[in-house]
């Protein structure tokens, strides 16, 4: 089980988190848990969505207790003024070409700074869908709402990123 | 329904996320509109954009994950067994009714360490005893007349091979994890490994089928980036081209695009034609261009 779910929960709570040792955490903490209460499962739902239900309520109280505390920026400052975490991770994987570099870099930031702008919900919602592939009615029901509601945020989320990329389209 | 109405559900429709009744109205609007039709690229266009950024776990990352949790699981594990047996012996002796203030400290301690070292020798023995099966499955069970039976089983055990990835053993178990279905990580490693032995054509079949097979994007990168001293084969220059046409993560055609422009032969300017005629990302969309105009091909296919 933890094999065929495992790589989906890592990429979520990377994308969602945009650190790589955070998405290590929430990894362990996921499985820990679905360990210990693998016995109190009630098959009221599918395996799948009680797994993304932990993942994403353990993402959410992260995001939440980071706007509190206001700490952990998902930027950091470099030479060249400030990078996304994971920017810096994808490109230390080897896509050193400049002029690839100069086309998606200022895409990549303004897509970064309306991220961290969405409400932690709107994240949840427009990472599941746009980088996740998940259908709006198993989101609803991995966040306990309606496929409506969640069709809500993303409609917000995708609103935002609109104005933010207007010139790019 | 006012273009407006139409514009608000395109996100929602690019998603698939419309009714079918719904999906029907924004395709009949879209057929007569040709405003809404630009807008509708644009909406594909941003949906692009906002592709660029999707962050994708390393191996290195999932196999330091897998690690850590499988020693944490056997934490757990051995600690439930723990209080398992000590729940047991509590009952036990309860039913004996040996409750006085003396037997009670003296029976804790007992138990205590009974639990600790029954648990440490319990791990101990899986793991330095590599003979034990790790799973174990009845095939047949045949009952004899005497009242015995007769059980035939299958078992999988583990056992540590060591040598250099160039022995044949070896390499053959090597070969045969790079196409482990079930571990992503082991085979993004495997490739690794498999790397410094490319010039073997067993070896280099396993890299090529990885790089256009494999479902996960890190293998295929890890391939690729295994075959680069090959970007003059034929056989590796078909491959490239197929991938770069079909695959469907952007960073593996910016890694198969930069392969084959370096290397440009006039077997691959046809596939450059045809990859203008659908390619979004805007990286590859360039260089391809720019390869196809520094050769004064047509930028056109007819």
């Known amino acids: 089980l933890v094999r065929t779910y495992d790589q989906g929960v890592l990429r979520l709570a990377g994308n969602l988190l945009r650190s790589e040792q955070d998405a290590f955490d929430i990894y ?63 490109e230390e994987r080897g896509y050193s070409d400049p002029q690839r570099h100069l086309i998606s870099q200022q895409v990549r930031h303004r897509v970064d700074a309306v991220l961290s702008d969405l409400t932690p919900r709107e994240r949840l919602v427009f990472e599941m869908r746009h980088y996740q592939g998940m259908r709006l009615k198993a989101i609803g029901e991995v966040l306990g709402t309606t496929e409506e509601a969640a069709k809500n945020c993303l409609f917000r989320a995708t609103q935002k990123m609109r104005v933010a990329l207007g010139d790019f389209v | 329904m ?58 290195q990352l999932l196999i330091a994950a897998r690690r850590e949790l499988d020693s944490r699981t056997v934490a757990v594990t051995a600690s439930r067994r723990q209080g398992w047996l000590i729940g047991r012996l509590r009952r036990w002796v309860g039913e004996w009714n040996l409750t006085t203030a003396v ?17 440490r020798a319990w791990e ?28 035939v089983v299958e078992e999988t055990r583990q056992r540590v091979m060591t040598g250099r990835p160039g022995d044949a053993a070896i390499q053959q178990m090597l070969l045969t ?36 097979q494999d479902p996960n994007a890190g293998v295929r990168l890890k391939a690729l980036d295994a075959l680069r001293p090959f970007a003059k084969d034929p056989e590796t220059r078909h491959v490239l081209s197929r991938v770069l046409l079909h695959d469907d993560n952007p960073g593996v055609r910016t890694q198969a695009i930069d392969l084959l422009v370096d290397n440009l032969q006039t077997d691959t300017i046809g596939t450059l034609q045809e990859l203008l005629r659908k390619e979004n990302n805007p990286y590859v969309r360039q260089r391809s261009l720019k390869a196809l105009v520094e050769r004064n091909a047509s930028i056109e296919t007819f």
């Not at chain 2, 429709?13 to 007569?32: I, K, R, T």
């Open chain 2, 103 to 119: 037997l009670k400290p003296a029976g804790a301690l007992a138990l205590v360490a009974i639990g600790v070292f029954g648990s």
């Open chain 2, 177 to 212: 994890a790079a196409k482990d279905p079930s571990d992503p990580g082991l085979r993004a490693q495997s490739m690794e490994v498999l790397k410094e032995r490319c010039d073997r054509s067993d070896v280099r079949r396993a890299l090529l089928n990885a790089l256009e």
């Open chain 2, 124 to 151: 101990s023995r899986a793991v330095e005893n590599p003979a034990e099966p790790v799973s174990a499955r009845v095939r047949f069970l045949t009952p004899g007349p005497t009242g015995d039976v007769q059980l």
């Open chain 2, 2 to 59: 006012s273009c407006e109405y139409i514009r608000q559900q395109l996100s929602l429709y690019v998603y698939g996320e419309l009714s079918f009744d719904e999906e029907e109205a924004v395709e009949s609007h879209l057929d007569g509109c040709a405003a809404c039709r630009t807008a509708m690229e644009s909406e594909r266009h941003l949906h692009n954009l906002m592709d660029q950024r999707q962050w994708e776990p390393s191996p």
């Open chain 1, 28 to 90: 362990q903490e996921t499985f820990l848990r679905v360990f210990k209460n693998l016995d109190h499962f009630r098959f009221d739902c599918s395996f799948k969505t009680w797994l993304y239900r932990i993942v994403t309520n353990l993402c959410l109280d992260h995001l939440r207790k980071r706007k509190v505390r206001k700490e952990e920026p998902t930027q950091v400052a470099t030479p060249e003024g400030d990078v996304d975490r994971m920017a810096i991770v994808v």
